[in-house]
């Protein structure tokens, strides 16, 4: 009975990949609930009192000028229908002159769509998808090579500081004091949540900076301009409110620039910080993952039969070997993957833990008996990059430091 119990519990278990995609599924769909049901609280009265002026609004204007409620509804359909050409009561600029058309191709490839402006035309439409297969293509990976270059400059200036620091310090030898900005912290990488900080911030100062444009220049609310700044730079693009539509303003030439570029920055810095908080959430949800595993059996529990490949460690995980395992006598970096997890501040899989622990473990067998045989042992050039040989763990991290040290 307990056997057939535990079998049971375990055919209920799905890869960890698997139940975290569902978990996501699920917490977005209740997300979407809440959502809705705020929205649908603060925004459902304001509409009914919109409908019932407008409804006055008609009615009178129809008594006033003797105008039929039907032959007035059939204007303003048309009315509607000059509205999507780009035709407004107040004077706008041209839609698809090569500045206007310039602004709608913008707002195409980094997917913001305010929706101002559309292709009327069969040619335009075709067009259209084809063009923004491409170019949204182009655009997304633009994007990411944004985010890595930030990834970068934060390792560059948060290395130095922290070289100053140690020099300040004098926690290393005047020998090293020379190459230390060559050999130490090699493919260092500033943590996720460091990055997510200044992201976050450098989003905020941009938002306020252009909304202090805004406000003044298109008439709108500071508010207004906020909310404007996050549905632009966020891709959402409502379209309720777009900025440089009006046929003329003071200074107009260095307005579209800046407004190019609050926009070009905004977007990059905002699609960064939407990355680098997915992987904040894939740790969250790592974590509850690892609370819900097998509450139902301790000897359930205890088999880990939730294990997953990646990006969570969990005691009592067992290594899963296949065809593909790297032999354990490599002297090689195991996984450069894992790497990146581990320097970023992502977590890493007892696979990836176990694992190197059978590298090591084979290179201090390979060192203890070298060293007991009176085999000379190669020292490529880690003496005169400053780091001695050595035995056992000491000697793997002074390998390691001599390898990062000659390829940079």
């Excluded at 777009?242 to 046929?247: E, I, L, M, T």
């Amino acid at each position: 009975m307990p056997s057939q119990r535990l079998q049971g519990c375990r055919s209920l278990h799905i890869n960890e990949d698997n139940g975290r995609f569902l978990l996501l599924a699920i917490l977005i769909v209740l997300y979407l609930l809440c959502g809705a049901a705020v929205f649908s609280a603060i925004e459902r009265p304001s509409e009914l009192q919109a409908h019932g002026r407008w409804n006055r609004t008609l009615s009178n204007f129809s008594e006033t000028f003797n105008i039929s409620l039907q032959d007035l509804n059939s204007f303003l359909r048309d009315y509607e229908a000059a509205i999507a050409t780009g035709i407004r009561a107040d004077a706008l600029r041209p839609r698809w002159d090569f500045t206007g058309a310039f602004y709608f191709v913008g707002t195409v490839v980094s997917t913001i769509g305010f929706g101002m402006t559309t292709p009327a035309t069969v040619a335009g439409k075709v067009f259209l998808i084809f063009y923004g297969m491409l170019g949204c293509a182009g655009t997304i990976l633009f994007f990411n090579l944004f985010l890595e270059r930030i990834i970068t400059l934060l390792a560059v200036v948060m290395k130095a500081v922290q070289e100053r620091r140690l020099r300040r310090s004098g926690l290393f030898p005047p020998g090293l004091r020379r190459d230390f900005a060559e050999c130490s912290l090699p493919g260092w990488k500033p943590s996720v949540y460091h990055v997510m900080l200044i992201l976050g911030l450098a989003s905020i100062v941009l938002s306020c900076c252009a909304s202090a444009m805004y406000t003044p220049v298109e008439g709108w609310a500071y508010v207004d301009s906020l909310y404007y700044c996050f549905v632009t730079f966020s891709t959402i693009g409502f379209g309720d409110l777009v900025s440089s539509q009006n046929a003329a303003y003071e200074n107009q030439g260095l307005y579209r620039l800046a407004n190019f570029l609050f926009i070009l920055s905004g977007v990059c810095c905002i699609y960064s910080l939407f990355n680098v908080i997915s992987i904040v959430i894939k740790q969250v949800l790592n974590w509850m993952l690892g609370k819900m595993s097998c509450l139902c059996c301790q000897r359930c529990h205890k088999a880990n039969a939730f294990l997953g490949r990646r990006n969570a460690i969990r005691p009592g995980a067992r290594l899963r070997q296949g065809r593909f395992a790297r032999p354990s006598d490599s002297e090689g970096p195991y996984d450069s993957d894992a790497d990146g997890r581990r320097l970023s501040g992502e977590m890493i899989s007892m696979r990836d833990l176990t694992a190197s622990n059978k590298v090591s473990l084979a290179l201090m067998q390979k060192q203890l008996s070298e060293s007991a045989n009176g085999y000379p042992r190669t020292v490529c050039s880690s003496r005169q990059n400053g780091f001695s040989g050595g035995v056992g763990a000491l000697g793997i991290m002074n390998n390691r430091l001599a390898e990062t040290s000659d390829s940079r």
